[in-house]
């Protein structure tokens, strides 16, 4: 294994610990299989349980049963976690072809998740709705929208232009007066439940002999017997700063070969601690639970022209039915507290949701909440791959409110690289960290919210 340079491939366990019991009164408290002694020394310590690092620990003992990985998190409730707060859909409807290819992959890997995540006789059922994404464009944003979608069907993406006729004729429910085209991919876009996409990720990674290590990373040690992490800035030369161990809450180390950083909204702080400047910031996103007395037949998710989004909920239908509804705050501070700013629904919010759809005049908000995107304010992309400044940390961050639905993809590809030192399946090569070293963006031009 390339990757294992530097690192010696002896796994005696000099020195064990247990788990942090925290976990008994998790959601993953009925899954018992790692409450052993964990190990004083692994060859891959991911740092944060949400679904980027959960779904990088399956893949890479789904592809090597024989590298210890260990998961290590330091809230097992994941009171904060972005991935028990995303309103988790799917779209191929992006800008860009890696990201295009990703959500394809995501959705193949949702449609047999199901099986391929299930332990045991516990059952897993993912709610996989698949009514599209429907893109909604003025007479300005048209042509723009029309130019993606070329890209996009050249890409094997299904994605219907609709002219306003077109539009009324399929959703009798949407005001179509001042629209000049929308873009609807049914059948291949919708959304999913995610939280329990991230619990059976974590689950299923247990399962196959993960380490769980409910604890904090509060620190780094570097090779050479140093604790400081290089100089943010410091000129890059071969070998420097390797990360040898993670230091845990509980003050002990981690000895490790590779350390992931999947901290999500958090990932910025942890970079920092090997000298690395990640553009990935803490930015607070609310969804709205809406109910609406009259019922929308084959709704999408809509994303209007002026840049809110609603779609049915799926996973809890009432009388008439509920939404779900989003849209970018004005104010888009870093870190702001995790509460849901029902402000945010404004009269003028209230009032360009009955323009588009005139039965929400009758809306009523049922409840709201937040959680942060992990922002990556760079370019609006992930960040996946080492960092040349510290070769043995690699980062899968920065998603910008499409994490969900790449997490499998992205995983899958980590997990490639750590294992191989090459993606072998999809080339994830334009999602390295190093484009920030060239300053060359990854423009993604849809990036919702
Ligand atoms: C409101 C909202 C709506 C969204 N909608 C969508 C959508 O429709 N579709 C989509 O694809 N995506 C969506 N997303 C984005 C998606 O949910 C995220 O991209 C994804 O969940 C990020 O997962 P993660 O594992 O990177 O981060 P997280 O789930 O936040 O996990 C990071 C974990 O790291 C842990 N951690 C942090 N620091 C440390 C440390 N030092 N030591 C140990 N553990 C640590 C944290 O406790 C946390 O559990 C949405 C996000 C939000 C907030």
Request: negative net charge; proline residues 6%.
């Amino acid at each position: 294994m390339p990757w294992l340079h530097g690192w010696s491939t002896t796994r005696i366990v000099t020195q064990s610990r247990r788990s942090d019991d925290a976990d008994t009164a998790s959601p993953l408290g009925s899954t018992r299989c790692d409450r052993a002694m964990t190990p004083a020394s692994v060859d891959i310590a991911i740092i944060g349980a949400g679904v980027a690092g959960a779904a990088t620990a399956w893949w890479l003992r789904q592809m090597d049963p024989s590298v210890s990985v260990a998961l290590i998190e330091r809230d097992p409730q994941f009171a904060q976690a972005s991935s028990q707060r995303s309103a988790s859909s799917i779209r191929q409807q992006f800008s860009i072809p890696v990201n295009v290819a990703l959500s394809q992959f995501g959705l193949r890997f949702l449609q047999e998740a199901e099986e391929r995540l299930a332990i045991d006789d516990q059952g897993l059922a993912l709610g996989l709705t698949l009514p599209g994404y429907l893109y909604l464009a003025n007479a300005a944003q048209a042509p723009g929208l029309a130019a993606q979608n070329a890209v996009q069907r050249g890409l094997g993406a299904d994605i219907q232009l609709l002219d306003p006729s077109a539009l009324a004729a399929r959703f009798a429910w949407l005001n179509t007066q001042d629209l000049a085209l929308g873009s609807h991919g049914e059948g291949i876009e919708g959304w999913f439940d995610g939280p329990a996409l991230h619990m059976a990720f974590v689950r299923a990674a247990r399962a196959l002999g993960v380490h769980w290590i409910a604890q904090a990373v509060e620190g780094l040690e570097f090779q050479g017997n140093s604790t400081q992490a290089p100089r943010a800035g410091a000129p890059v030369h071969a070998g420097h700063s390797r990360i040898q161990a993670v230091r845990l809450s509980d003050g002990s180390l981690l000895r490790c070969g590779q350390v992931v950083n999947a901290t999500g909204a958090w990932s910025r702080g942890l970079a920092a601690m090997a000298g690395i400047s990640l553009p990935v910031h803490a930015r607070r996103r609310t969804v709205f639970l809406l109910s609406c007395p009259t019922v929308l037949p084959d709704c999408p998710l809509v994303i209007d022209p002026s840049g809110f989004w609603f779609r049915p909920d799926a996973t809890h239908p009432s009388g008439g039915q509920r939404f779900l509804l989003g849209t970018t705050p004005t104010i888009d501070a870093d870190d702001l507290p995790l509460e849901p700013q029902l402000q945010e629904f404004s009269d003028e919010l209230w009032a360009q949701l009955a323009h588009r759809v005139p039965a929400f005049e009758a809306v009523r908000i049922e409840r709201a909440w937040a959680g942060y995107y992990e922002m990556n304010v760079f370019d609006h992309n992930a960040l996946i791959g080492p960092h040349a400044q510290c070769p043995n940390l690699l980062s899968i961050t920065g998603f910008s409110g499409h994490g969900m639905q790449q997490a499998a993809g992205a995983g899958r590809g980590l997990a490639e690289w750590i294992l191989h030192g090459q993606y072998r399946s999809l080339d994830l090569s334009p999602l390295s960290p190093d484009r920030i070293l060239r300053n060359e963006p990854l423009l993604e031009a849809n990036v919702i919210g």
